[in-house]
């Protein structure tokens, strides 16, 4: 029964605990379709986004709100 009890009391405290927040992916590349001048701005790189408009027709421009993160910065240079 104490067992019974101390998950009971414990279950709460268990969904309530706090989690990683979910990050949202700003990729560099997005597509303006001619059609209905929608846009899609999920794409890794100009190619793929160009594939994307085959066909379609529009433009790939790069997006105007990516941060770009550190991985793809470059390299500082040592100070002397």
């Not at 414990?10 to 560099?28: E, G, I, M, S």
């Not at 999920?42 to 709100?65: R, T, V």
Request: proline share 9%; aromatic share 8%.
């Amino acid at each position: 029964m104490k067992i019974a009890s101390a998950v009971l009391l414990a279950l709460p405290l268990v969904l309530l605990a706090r989690t990683d927040a979910a990050h949202a992916q700003n990729y560099p590349w997005c597509a303006q379709y001619a059609i209905m001048g929608s846009i899609n701005c999920g794409f890794i790189s100009l190619e793929q986004c160009n594939a994307a408009l085959s066909g379609n027709g529009g433009y790939c421009a790069p997006n105007p709100i990516v941060r770009p993160s550190a991985e793809y910065l470059p390299a500082a240079k040592p100070r002397r």
